[in-house]
């Protein structure tokens, strides 16, 4: 008799779930929109995971597409290949005269800084990523990008290619990371017009042409102008190429990445040695971690004694 | 006896097919691909596949799969989390409520209110990531990649019924 009225009321909690499991769900979506809001540990250590696990499929599958866009383009390549040649002799011959301009710079540079007692900066170290996922349209512009293991890249470092900023790291795994590229509505950049040298913050706002913000109002900022980073907030070192202002109609200042963001291959994670907000990763530090540092501590301690 | 347990493992995995393929079509599409114009018109491959398996093959896709497929777009993409869920969960319940408009119709009809579905689908997501961001999220190429899923849907349709006469029917 119990069992029957246990099995009754089980029944009826079931019926009730399913009823109104569409529900519960949705809430559970939206708890995560909160949970993944506060970028939580868990939240992190989620996703690195499934990039991690998801890596491997996406080499797999990216062999096919690669094959189709790699015939597209021999297609298309073979229809200019005459002009394609030309255009190459003349970039070649301009290339040759600002070779010797470049040798005759750096030993001006090297003389001065001589003179100046002037210490260089470290010299950065890359670690090149090959993309095998790329996420762009209306509602975010990423790319996963496959290091290997070990992975060496860090939260916040910069990603480039060969001409200029491609974005930065966001989300770090084991043998993958995932690059915010500058287009992207999260992005944040740091920049200066390189001529005028009027700083401002260049935002993605998920189109082709993020906006430059923050500009003071009496400041000279013309169509043509080139743009790179800053260094300001110590996160990406000064002078790396972001890109060319496209328009600057109604106060609203366009900027076209120097770097075609929708045809990239490989990118660079480059660590120029900067802490900046990688400061703020500090507290995603695992068990080993936390006991070599707290080794280090009564190390220290005992020496003072 | 161990050839109709080995029937049985088999007709298990055969019943993975609908999640299994949803998600190697999704991954495949974010592959990396020279083609620029493509990038700001992201199909959404998980719209096509969910709504597809909805209607042709509701036993084997339930309220779980469809969860799993926006957890793991969330996790793969930038946008906020939980909001593919959402999208998702949407073309789940527009299905469910109005099952005799949806079933057993024409593959023209179908398509027709996927495009109705889709379009829905698509302006909640725009509604949410905005409010999250505080900031409207650029219309024209929501609208871009809302066009590419409506004219994938019959390849992403004509994968998947392959797939269904291959592999399900004899179960």
Not at chain 1, 11 to 32: E, Y
Not at chain 1, 33 to 43: F, Q, Y
Not at chain 2, 123 to 151: E, G, H
Request: charged share 20%; proline share 4%; glycine share 4%.
């Amino acid at each position: 008799m119990k069992r029957d009225r246990f099995s009754f009321h089980f029944n009826n909690l079931k019926s009730w779930a399913r009823k109104f499991a569409t529900v519960i769900l949705i809430l559970s979506a939206f708890f995560i929109m909160l949970v993944g809001k506060s970028d939580t540990i868990i939240v992190e250590k989620t996703i690195s995971l499934t990039m991690d696990v998801v890596t491997p499929i996406m080499r797999v599958l990216s062999i096919p597409a690669k094959a189709i866009s790699n015939t597209s383009d021999e297609i298309k390549n073979s229809f200019n290949i005459k002009e394609e040649n030309r255009r190459l002799r003349i970039i070649n011959d301009e290339l040759i005269k600002w070779k010797s301009e470049a040798f005759r710079l750096r030993i001006e540079n090297q003389n001065l800084s001589d003179l100046l007692n002037y210490i260089t900066p470290p010299e950065a170290k890359y670690l090149t990523a090959h993309i095998v996922a790329e996420e762009s349209g209306a509602f975010a512009h990423s790319v996963i990008a496959y290091t290997g293991y070990p992975n060496n890249s860090k939260k916040g470092q910069a990603a480039v290619s060969a001409k200029g900023l491609v974005g930065r790291v966001d989300k770090v795994g084991v043998n993958s990371s995932r690059v915010i590229l500058l287009t992207d509505i999260n992005s944040r950049i740091p920049v200066v017009v390189e001529e005028t040298r009027v700083r401002g913050i260049l935002a993605g706002n998920n189109t082709s042409m993020p906006n430059m913000r923050f500009i003071a109002l009496d400041s000279e900022v013309n169509v043509g102008d080139r743009i790179v980073t800053s260094g300001i907030a110590g996160v990406f070192p000064p002078g790396i190429p972001v890109g060319i202002i496209k328009s600057t109609e109604s106060g609203i200042v366009k900027v076209r990445p120097t770097v075609n963001l929708d045809q990239l291959e490989y990118i660079k994670i480059v660590d120029y040695g900067l802490k900046g907000i990688l400061d703020e990763t500090k507290h995603i530090i695992t068990e080993k971690e936390a006991e070599e540092d707290k080794l280090k501590e009564k190390e220290l301690e005992k020496s003072k004694k | 006896m161990r050839k109709y347990q080995n029937r049985k493992i088999l007709n298990t995995l055969k019943l993975l097919i609908p999640i299994t393929s949803t998600i190697l079509l999704m991954l495949f599409f974010l592959s990396p691909n020279s083609f620029s114009f493509w990038s700001y018109m992201t199909p959404s491959i998980a719209m096509c596949c969910v709504y597809y398996w909805l209607l042709n093959g509701p036993e084997n896709f339930d309220l779980g799969s469809v969860y799993i497929i926006g957890a793991l777009e969330d996790l793969l993409s930038t946008t906020p989390l939980g909001v593919n869920i959402i999208t998702l969960l949407v073309i789940y319940i527009i299905i469910s409520n109005q099952e005799k408009f949806f079933y057993r119709k024409t593959f023209d009809v179908t398509w027709w209110s996927f495009s109705i579905v889709a379009a829905i689908s698509f302006v909640i997501k725009w509604v949410i990531i905005s409010i999250y961001y505080q900031k409207a999220i650029p219309v024209d190429l929501m609208i871009l990649s809302y066009c590419m899923t409506f004219v994938l849907y019959p390849i992403i349709a004509m994968i998947n019924n392959y797939l269904k006469e291959k592999f399900l029917s004899e179960i």
